[in-house]
């Protein structure tokens, strides 16, 4: 029951991406500015004619090739702010800049997965792990060709051609991932990817995120409920306030990497899930924390 | 909790369960009551039908008992046979024609508010105003022939297709087309790869009511006024007192719509492999 997915080489990646050699990407890092900056954003929403503030003044940044999470009590538009990010929804005030240009044309360019694995039914795995490609009109076969290359990595070889509710919800998450990867956008939204799993499948999951994105060298932003997934994966971690959302706390999380999941039961680790969750609690005794 | 999907599909079926005497087993005894219970049913109608007539001596005319209308559908079988391909055409041209109408409506009312606003109130009255009124209309403007009743029975059978599908379009999870968008599809992308995909399992339980009513609809269509066809053959039987033929042609006129219908369900069955599954796998979740 318990499969650990290895990568079949280390630097798979290249087989999907541009950029290719792995000296190449440690150049691009070094010199890496801000892939995205968000200033001052401010999110109202009119509830019956009274207007409910979402999110007051966010200021965020994220450099090239980083994983940051973005953690709050249930309600504080962490949500909200990823569609703003991906461009479903627009900001009520502030500006968002991508590679320090101001960018309102986000929709369709930044990669988002749900919590929920939003798998069409009527498709195969295949079918739908392709669905990026397939919109952007690249050839069929090609498109097919990338995507069974990277089956076996993502646990699903043997099952492309059934259909998602067949599946597990781990392998239906890793499906929404691999639909994720294939449609290469440089920066990726996570909105609680693993929030519906059991916990042994999430620590399966978040273990072969770590791999997938250490490999990988994508910028991420990731909303999670869950502290340790938080301290675990990220760079950064962007602590939020309840309702309307602001930014609380931005803790570094520098424990070394590649990072392994046992780490979650050392000393570093532990106090920097006690620094999260103390900012957590400080803000709302009743906001409760997931 | 679902890990390995093979192991749960496969457990009903395992060896041991299987190698118990089946005919004891539950499945048997329920599957037994499920074709016997019927069937035993319709003899015990057909039973009793024809020993009343018998025992109280009821006059043919007034109610033939059933032996004698299984002796009318063999002896007047080339009759029947020649008014049932009548009718059989004027359903099957019928049905195709609403469900094309159908489904263009139902798409242009999905992807365009304002034809939905232009377009609803017209759908709707289509169906207020009884169909046995417009009958005689269209005998007056286009005449005898077929075109009459392939009309009326598009009348009456495009609204549930309509319906159905518009509400099968308008269907589709929000947050899927949200995740459409971000991977960069356009208004057309969504309409063609979700919307309508979606829209598939409601189109087919419209088609499932409309089949039957295209069968009523041509009925009526003969009735109004037609030189052929089962309609026009139970009216001119009718009317000369031949009732077991009346009998003989409501008969073939209910095996026409049984099997289309079951025809209907079997091409949703293959058109749709995904949407079994989908429909098993919900009922594995409840349980």
Redesign the interface.
């Known amino acids: 029951?318990v499969v650990r997915y290895k990568p079949t080489t280390i630097c798979f990646w290249p087989i999907i991406v541009k950029m290719t050699s792995s000296a190449e990407y440690a150049a691009a890092q070094a010199s890496s500015g801000p892939k995205m900056e968000l200033y001052g954003i401010d999110k109202d929403f009119s509830v019956d004619r009274n207007a409910l503030t979402v999110l007051r003044g966010i200021d965020l940044s994220v450099r090239e090739g980083e994983f940051i999470s973005l953690i709050g009590p249930s309600g504080c538009g962490k949500s909200t702010l990823l569609n703003i990010i991906?461009?479903?929804e627009e900001p009520t005030k502030g500006d968002i800049r991508t590679d320090g240009q101001r960018n309102d044309r986000r929709?369709?360019?930044?990669?988002?997965m749900?919590q929920?694995d939003?798998l069409?039914?009527?498709?195969t795995v295949l079918d739908n792990a392709v669905?990026?490609l397939e919109?952007?009109g690249k050839p069929r076969s090609q498109i097919r060709r990338q995507a069974l290359e990277l089956m076996e990595y993502f646990g699903l070889k043997g099952?492309e051609k059934?259909?998602p509710?067949?599946?597990?919800?781990?392998?239906r998450q890793r499906v929404a991932f691999l639909?994720t990867v294939l449609?290469d956008h440089e920066i990726i939204l996570l909105d609680e990817p693993f929030g519906a799993l059991?916990a042994l499948?999430r620590a399966n999951m978040q273990e072969w995120l770590l791999e997938l994105w250490e490999s990988w060298g994508k910028t991420v932003i990731m909303v999670t409920h869950d502290v340790e997934e938080a301290v675990l994966l990220s760079d950064r971690v962007y602590v939020f306030t309840a309702r309307p959302g602001r930014v609380k706390l931005v803790l570094p999380v520098d424990l070394p990497r590649p990072r392994r999941y046992g780490m979650v039961t050392e000393d570093d680790f532990v106090k920097m899930k006690a620094a999260v969750i103390a900012a957590l609690r400080g803000n709302d005794v009743r906001g409760g924390i997931a | 909790?679902?890990?390995?999907?093979i192991a749960i599909?496969s457990e009903a079926e395992e060896p041991s369960q299987r190698a118990t005497l089946w005919v004891l087993s539950k499945n048997y005894v329920s599957a037994m009551l499920q074709w016997a219970l019927p069937v035993a049913l319709i003899f015990a109608v057909l039973g009793v039908w024809e020993g009343a007539v018998r025992l109280f001596n009821v006059a043919r005319w007034l109610l033939p008992p059933p032996s004698s209308i299984g002796a009318e559908l063999f002896e007047s079988r080339s009759l029947l046979l020649r008014h049932s391909l009548v009718t059989l055409e004027e359903v099957l041209l019928g049905f195709a024609l609403a469900l094309v109408v159908g489904i263009g409506l139902a798409a242009a009312i999905a992807y365009s508010r304002l034809v939905e606003r232009a377009a609803y109130p017209f759908v709707i009255a289509s169906q207020t105003v009884p169909v046995i009124v417009i009958a005689p209309l269209l005998l007056i403007w286009i005449g005898y022939g077929i075109w009459p009743k392939i009309i009326v029975v598009v009348l009456i059978s495009f609204f549930p297709i309509v319906i159905n599908t518009v509400d099968g379009l308008k269907s589709a999870?929000p947050?899927?087309l949200?995740?459409?968008?971000?991977?960069?599809?356009n208004r057309w992308?969504l309409f063609t790869?979700?919307q309508v995909?979606s829209s598939?399992p409601f189109l087919f339980s419209g088609v499932r009511v409309a089949i039957a009513l295209s069968v009523i609809g041509a009925v009526i269509g003969e009735w109004v006024g037609a030189s052929a066809g089962l309609g026009y053959l139970i009216t001119r039987s009718a009317s000369q007192f031949l009732t077991d033929r009346v009998f003989a042609s409501i008969f073939i006129l209910s095996v026409i719509g049984i099997t289309l219908f079951a025809l209907v369900v079997l091409i949703e069955r293959y058109a749709?492999?995904?949407?079994q599954?989908?429909k098993?796998?919900k009922v594995m979740k409840r349980n």
């Open positions: 029951m991906a461009g479903l929709l369709g360019a930044i990669g988002y749900h929920k939003l069409l039914p009527w498709r669905l990026g919109l952007r099952f059934n259909y509710s067949l599946l597990s919800g781990g392998m639909r449609a059991d499948t | 909790m679902r890990e390995d999907p599909y999870d947050d899927m949200n995740m459409m968008r971000t991977l960069g599809a992308q790869k979700v995909p598939i749709m492999p995904w949407y599954w989908e098993r796998d």
